[in-house]
């Protein structure tokens, strides 16, 4: 079964930055292209940023280009985002998400629970 | 940017009534579209991939198509567990994005 498992969200005040982790498990990590996604309270998904399975293209949303860093570790079935300069636009529940191919351009087929990332004062 | 619409943004139905969302896209993505339903305190779960493709263990009452511009996904036969918002999403060009949603309540 696949499960991906998202941590490090948080209270953090604007200007701040926190890092979120993706633990996934249940299929082979190396060969999957992987994604951040958030969602602000009662909003809509919004794609934040896609990293490929050997992390040759890493893609980011214009809103986040600049202050969001995706990695991955292939070793450690683990992907990362590195968030600085939070802003309260920022505050939304974030998941990790799988594409089922190497690449980026796919659908969604598996989401992990989510964490929240709140940026206040 | 490409740009989802989605229609209606809201309908209450009745059970075992056949529904039918709409999904346009700014411009042609040829297939590339995708259906997640969304329940309240979960997350999004794919439906339908790549306009018309089913997902393994997805009732077969959801149903999509469409392509280029103009898509739909249909569900036939409503149940009480379809109450959820449901989101289309567009992988054929980056930035990918979503529509903004269609709530369905069951009356």
């Known amino acids: 079964e696949v499960q991906l498992v998202e941590s490090g969200g948080g209270l953090v005040k604007p200007g701040g930055s926190l890092r979120l982790s993706c633990s996934a498990s249940g299929f082979t990590f190396n060969n999957y292209g992987m994604a951040w996604v958030r969602q602000a309270p009662g909003k809509g998904p919004e794609w934040v940023s896609s990293?490929?399975?050997?992390?040759?293209?890493?893609f980011y949303a214009d809103a986040v280009k600049g202050r969001f860093t995706a990695s991955r570790d292939n070793a450690k079935n683990s992907i990362y985002l590195q968030m600085n300069s939070l802003s309260d636009g920022d505050t939304a529940v974030y998941y990790c998400v799988r594409s089922p191919s190497s690449g980026v351009y796919d659908v969604f087929d598996n989401w992990g629970q989510g964490t929240m990332v709140t940026v206040s004062s | 940017e490409i740009v989802l619409t989605q229609s209606p943004d809201f309908q209450s139905v009745t059970l075992k009534e056949k529904l039918t969302i709409t999904c346009r896209a700014s411009q042609s993505i040829g297939s590339r579209l995708h259906w997640y339903q969304q329940k309240p305190d979960q997350s999004p779960k794919l439906l339908i991939k790549f306009a018309s493709q089913s997902i393994s263990g997805v009732p077969s009452r959801f149903s999509g198509s469409g392509s280029g511009t103009d898509f739909t996904l249909t569900i036939n036969g409503l149940e009480a567990e379809d109450a959820a918002a449901y989101y289309c999403h567009q992988s054929d060009t980056l930035p990918f994005t979503f529509g903004p949603g269609t709530k369905v309540d069951i009356k």
């Open positions: 990293i490929s399975h050997s992390s040759s293209f890493i």
